[in-house]
Every structure is written in C-alpha cells, then in structure tokens.
C-alpha cells in the first residue's frame, strides 16, 4: 500500500499532501484520528476528517474517495 500511496502523492502533488505516520510512535494521532487499525488512510480538510478507509484498500477504491473530494476543491479558473 506505501508504494500505491507514494504513487498518488506524485500523481497530485499539486492538490494535497501526503504524510505517512508510524502509529506506534505517535500514538496521540493514532488518537486524535480514530485509528484503530493499520493501515489506515485518513482524509483530513481544513482539519476536518473527510473520510476514512482502515485496512489495505484497492488502488481505485482510493483514487474514487480522492477524486470525489478534490472534485469539490476545484474551482472554475481550474476547470475552464
């Protein structure tokens, strides 16, 4: 899954960041973020989690939940 998720944050490194955490050494984000189980890719907006997907997850499934928020990012400059 890292390598699928390094494939996408250079995909659209222009629209997010991405930030691999090791839960066991920082158990306060595993916390703060509700993570219950590894691995798990957590969605966070304007510091708000957006969506979630625990455990190991299809390379479409992720880009569908990415798609679906940036979709609603883009502006009408971008579109044009």
């Keep these: 899954m890292d390598s699928l998720i ?10 997010l960041r991405v930030v691999l955490v090791d839960v066991n050494e920082r158990p ?14 957590v969605l966070v907006m304007n510091g708000r989690v957006m969506e979630r997907i625990e455990g190991r997850a299809s390379a479409s499934k992720i880009e569908g939940m ?3 928020h940036l979709a609603s990012r883009a502006t009408p400059e971008a579109t044009s």
């Design 28 to 41: 306060d984000l595993a916390g703060r973020y509700q993570i219950g189980a590894a691995p798990a890719l």
């Design 66 to 68: 990415l798609a679906s």
């Design 6 to 15: 390094a494939q996408i944050a250079r995909k659209e490194r222009k629209n």
